[in-house]
Structure formats: structure tokens, C-alpha cells
């Protein structure tokens, strides 16, 4: 069995602002962001992690690296199938600009399925990549334990998949940055949820 740790990364400033932050935007974490990292770090210093893999996004990354300084610093490796999903022409957009809530947007079902983002992606792009991915660490960590750092829409993706429920049921979930799921795994991929947003860890945590 595979013990996979995912963590959301910490706040930035447009998590404060409510910005549409997908895959195209590298924004830095905020003060409270380099908190709720150090807090993050702490609750998984004692856990024996094998392998700590990241979306290269600069707000996960640096999630992921203080994460690994409390490892020996263990080295990051970083995985594309974990970058946010792709927004598109909507990056970078405030909440009350387009609306409602990128969610919204990303379960509004047609006739075809799930909708793609205008120039971007769907929420069945997000769970087949970022599944990916987890199919890599169980085959690698047959009885280990990883560590994944990623976002919103990658970690509620996961869920769903992990829970059997349809990508449209994000909307269900509320997630605080630098908060803390972890799966389980058995070789033939048959997977359950152990624990969900544990964030009482931290000093503060924003849902979005």
C-alpha cells in the first residue's frame, strides 16, 4: 500500500484577492503563505517520506522546498502533470469579474461533458494528468509514502477520482491553502481517502 500525502500550497496574494490563479500565473507566496509553509513543514518533518514531487509552479515549489528542508534537504521533483489547471483566458480574472466562481464555470455540464476553460482546460484534463501521477509513485513507493504538492483544482480532482464521484462534484469540497489529504493506494490502484483538509495545523488558511 502507497501512503500518498497531498498538500495545497500556501496562500499567495491573489488567493487573498480572489484572482483566478490557474497554470499560466507563477505568483509568489504572501507573508501568511511563508507561515502556513512553516507550519505545513513541521506537521510532516516526522513523516518517512520517499520522494517529495511538485508542480513546478513557483507557489507549490515553494511549498514543496521548505517541506524538504525539514527531509535532510530531500530533493524536489518537479512534475508538470501537478500544475494547476490551465485557465486560459480567464487567468488572472477577479471572481466577481467573470461572475461567480471558476468551479461554476468548470461544472457547468453540456450536451458533450465538462466544458474546456476558453483557452485552456477541463477538469477531465486535470484528473487524467495528475492521476498520472500517482499511478508513477505507487508503481515506484509500493509500500511507501510520497509526498505531492500541488492546487485546488489538482487536489479536488485527485478526490474525486479517489471517492468514485464525477469531476463536477468539486463543487461539494472547499479546500484551505496549505492544507493537507492523504490517499492510500494498493498496487491494482484501488485507492481511499484517509484524511481531507486537515488544516488545523495552521495559522491560517484561505478556501479558494
Not at 488572472?92 to 464555470?105: D, F
Not at 484528473?127 to 509514502?145: C, H, I, K, N, S
Not at 493506494?185 to 485507492?191: F, I, Q, S
Amino acid at each position: 500500500m502507497t501512503r500518498i500525502f497531498i498538500a495545497r500550497h500556501a496562500e499567495t496574494e491573489w488567493n487573498r484577492l480572489k484572482r483566478i490563479q490557474g497554470g499560466g500565473s507563477d505568483t509568489p507566496l504572501n507573508e501568511t503563505g511563508l507561515k502556513q509553509v512553516k507550519c505545513l513543514a513541521g506537521r510532516l518533518a516526522n513523516e518517512k517520506l520517499s520522494a517529495i514531487v511538485s508542480s513546478p509552479l513557483g507557489r507549490a515549489r515553494a511549498t514543496a522546498e521548505a517541506i524538504a528542508r525539514e527531509h535532510g534537504q530531500m530533493a524536489v521533483e518537479l512534475e508538470h502533470g501537478l500544475r494547476e489547471i490551465d485557465a486560459g483566458d480567464l487567468e488572472g480574472r477577479s471572481v466577481t469579474e467573470i461572475g461567480g466562481s471558476l468551479g461554476k464555470l468548470l461544472t457547468a455540464a453540456t450536451a458533450e461533458g465538462l466544458p474546456k476553460l476558453p483557452g485552456g482546460e477541463s477538469l477531465a484534463d486535470v484528473r487524467a494528468r495528475a492521476w498520472d501521477v500517482v499511478e508513477t509513485l505507487v508503481r515506484r513507493f509500493p509500500d511507501g509514502e510520497a509526498l505531492i504538492v500541488t492546487h485546488y483544482f489538482v487536489v479536488l480532482s485527485l478526490v474525486c477520482r479517489v471517492l468514485g464521484l464525477a469531476e463536477g462534484d468539486i463543487r461539494k469540497f472547499r479546500l484551505n491553502t496549505g492544507s493537507l489529504s492523504v490517499i492510500e493506494v494498493d498496487p491494482e490502484l484501488n485507492a481511499k481517502l484517509v484524511v481531507f483538509n486537515e488544516s488545523c495545523f495552521q495559522v491560517d488558511s484561505q478556501p479558494w
